[in-house]
């Protein structure tokens, strides 16, 4: 089997979930056997000049609108691929065109229902948001399968998108274990010593529907509760970080943030954590379950996360994490919770694993793919 991974970031891009999870399943599907290769369909300057370079031995193209169609079918003639698993709204709906030329299998993976939410700082929104919103539908109807992360992404998919349930497979954002499985120290965090209980976050400290926020609202009864404890947010900009600590007052200092941190790095600072926090908010562009908690959970480290959407079943009748309200009060109870209470951090930690290895372990997971990719190659193109 032969598959090409369309994006419409570059790979490698920034250290986040967008970006990591294709890698992920790149290198899961090679060490099955299974030959890849990249297209990166970006969007400017529309005039470019295509690329080909290789990412960890892979041939990864970067096309421009131009190309989109015609360097594709270079592509094919080159490296005969079965079908085009697209990643995220933009790479669907730019490798759309071609897949629909020329008949190629194409299997559409939502990393959220952020399309939805193209130009949404704009009023009323522009054409960009409704040539968006169009091509989406049309992925939808023509994709053989469609893969989202998440139970309500799936409703929304069928309910209001008209894909047959049929054609739609939840698979979680996957990670490799094995990085936490390595044998390594906890890093070392300025700012924080060996006598501090340390609260970390993972992951963008500004995009809304994180939460954020929320986590830095409800920090003064957690440092006020728990003299010792100390907040981590590994993710940036620094200058959020800034405005955090001044919204904080007197006990901003006892807010540190990291920014610019490697996979490599951010494995060893989630085992300096004495609880992981996800504190997102109930929000429809939090239907999908995002990489964030396959970290936590990884990790092997106590959760708090707010209780919304899938979160309900991955952390609470598993016995992963800390389920809360979606509000700093609430929050705090239970960051403070963990903390004060070895026994109940040791039961949630203890349960990670297991949680980790069934929904989120690419191990597993590539199997999942395989079977959504098979599903693609026996139904053709739509």
Known sequence: MRVLLATSFPVPGEYDGTAMLPIKILRALKARGVEVVLAHLKARPPWGSSIREEFEGTPSFTFHPRDWVGGLAKVRREFPFDLVHAQHHGGANRAYFACRRFGWPLVYELHSLLGEEYERDRLGRGIGFRVNLRLERAVCRHAAEVIVLGD???????????????????????????????????????????????????GSIVHPN??????????????????????????GP?????????????????????????????????????????????????????????????????????DFADYAQILGPTGAGRLTAVEPSSIAEGIVEVLKDPALAARLAAATRPVAEEYFGMARNIDRYLDVYRKALAAGPR
């Open 238 to 306: 620094a200058e959020a970080g800034e405005r955090y600590r001044a919204e904080l007052g007197r006990f901003g200092d006892r807010l540190i943030v990291l920014t610019g941190q490697t996979p490599d790095q951010v494995v060893a600072l989630t085992r300096r954590a004495d609880v992981l926090v996800h504190s997102r908010l109930a929000c429809r562009e939090n239907y999908s379950v995002q990489s964030k908690i396959a970290v936590y959970l990884a990790a092997g480290r106590p959760i708090v996360a707010t």
């Open 152 to 202: 309500q992404v799936k409703r929304v998919m069928v309910e209001e998108k008209g894909v047959p349930a049929d054609r739609v497979t939840v698979i979680y954002p996957g990670i490799d274990l094995g990085e936490y499985d390595r044998p390594g120290e906890p890093a070392t965090i300025p700012g924080v010593g060996p006598e501090h209980k340390v609260v970390m976050y993972v």
């Open 210 to 235: 994180q939460g954020v926020p929320l986590l830095i609202e409800s920090l003064p009864r957690v440092f006020e509760a728990v003299s010792e404890a100390r907040c981590v947010l590994v993710g």
